[in-house]
């Protein structure tokens, strides 16, 4: 059974930071590429970086510079430190796998406030 757990979501100011964690099982990981996607009210989900098995790393043009995803295998999670977060950052974030046929986590939300 394959599942993939959110965790580190919260409210945040302007300029502040954020780690969210993915904790995935059911699969084997180290294979895989984990992505975060995220959502705002009103707005298709995006993409906002992905990892690949090998560690290649993609990132949504909002976010370059300011965030990093990174995996550690041993653990089976994925991560998203936020840094330099803005009100647009708002969003229910998603951690997902391509293991077949596709399988996406619960949601964090992300909330920028002042």
């Known amino acids: 059974q394959v599942q993939l757990v959110e965790s580190g979501g919260g409210l945040v100011q302007p300029g502040g930071s954020l780690r969210l964690s993915c904790a995935a099982s059911?699969?084997?990981?180290?294979?895989?590429?984990l992505s975060w996607y995220r959502q705002a009210p009103g707005k298709e989900r995006e993409l906002v970086a992905l990892?690949?098995?090998?560690?290649?790393?993609n990132y949504g043009n909002s976010v370059k510079g300011r965030f990093t995803i990174s995996r550690d295998n041993a653990k089976n999670t994925v991560y998203l430190q936020m840094n330099s977060l803005k009100f647009e950052d708002t969003a229910v974030y998603y951690c997902?796998?391509?293991?077949?046929?596709?399988?996406w986590g619960q949601g964090t939300q992300v909330t920028v406030a002042s």
């Open positions: 059911g699969f084997t990981f180290s294979r895989y590429v």
């Open positions: 997902y796998s391509n293991y077949r046929p596709g399988y």
């Open positions: 990892i690949t098995s090998g560690g290649s790393t």
